[in-house]
């Protein structure tokens, strides 16, 4: 029985005297110093004393230390955690110019391009005289292959008829590029029905949202593009994020400007340990 009792006591793993275990280290640093992977079959409980067991927490609550010699506390977050194959939002990019496009304007006729196709080049020609607002390109990089990225640009319009009594219109195409090759675009046309109460000046809000799925994984640079198709008039001003006049009454570059954004959303994946 005496030699039962000497083994026990030898198979004990660094029991000192002042209680500090070790498991998996000679030398514990703590009342518990764990050296390698741990697994826990139930619950976690903090806080408690000789009398009373600690608090497990709530169902979604998170560890939260609160710094050397006091105890960690269960919290609240207010934040949704992922499950394995739900889609996140990773980015947001928002960019906006005022500047726009007014080298369309009078005097410029359309290429007379009609259609576009996915995967056209932003400086071939044949394809369209697209006009780059510079002021909303925008770099950024995806890490995972399995993704969303939302487009969604706006940009206000204005034109203005010879003469205000006659109506006059022009029909243009704005598009998004990423890495100058065509991946959304949608045509539109701006007529000034004989609106000589505003002088014939129209103006409206163009929208153009698209989502594209599973980027390359990599660096790219979006670029916002319009091209004028059309016209019935050439000596009709056409403005593109801009008014057509420094100060018509009607509008300004503000109210007129245009804004890009972008939503890279990835695909969620955790790699089992």
């Known amino acids: 029985m005496k030699k039962i009792i000497c083994c026990c006591v030898v198979g004990l793993v660094s029991l000192h005297i002042n ?5 998996g280290t000679p030398k514990p640093k703590s009342a518990l110093d764990v050296n390698g992977k741990t697994t826990l079959r139930k619950e976690l409980r903090v806080g408690g004393s000789s009398t009373q067991a600690g608090d497990a927490g709530l169902n979604g609550q998170v ?19 992922m499950e394995e194959g739900q889609y996140k939002l990773i980015n947001s990019y928002l960019s906006s110019d005022q500047v726009g496009i007014s080298t369309l304007s009078n005097g410029v006729a359309g290429d007379n391009i009609y259609r576009n ?21 925008n770099n950024f ?13 706006q940009s206000g319009v ?9 109506s006059d219109n022009v029909r243009f195409a704005c598009g998004v590029f990423r890495n100058g090759k065509l991946v959304a675009v949608r045509p539109d046309r701006i007529a000034s029905n004989n609106n000589s109460g505003k002088n014939g000046i129209q103006d409206y809000i163009f929208t153009l949202n698209y989502t594209e799925l599973n980027v390359p994984v990599g660096d790219h640079k979006i ?14 001003q056409f403005t593109i994020g801009h008014n057509v006049q420094s100060s018509n009454g009607a509008s300004n570059a503000f109210t007129l400007e245009s804004n890009m954004k972008i939503d890279v959303i990835e695909y969620v994946s955790y790699k089992n340990n």
């Not at 560890?63 to 955690?81: C, D, I, R």
């Not at 196709?117 to 390109?137: F, H, R, Y």
């Not at 990089?141 to 640009?153: D, E, M, S, V």
């Open 223 to 236: 670029e916002i593009a319009c091209r004028k198709i059309t016209t019935s008039n050439q000596n009709s």
């Open 158 to 166: 204005e034109m203005k008829a010879p003469v205000s009594t006659i």
């Open 19 to 23: 209680a500090q275990v070790g498991i």
């Open 63 to 81: 560890l939260v230390s609160q710094g050397e010699g006091n105890p960690p506390v269960w919290k609240s977050l207010n934040v949704s955690f």
């Open 117 to 137: 196709n996915v995967g056209d080049d932003i400086t071939d020609l044949t394809k369209g005289k697209w006009t780059k607002i510079t002021g909303l390109e």
């Open 141 to 153: 990089a995806i890490k995972n292959g399995r993704n969303r990225l939302t487009y969604q640009f």
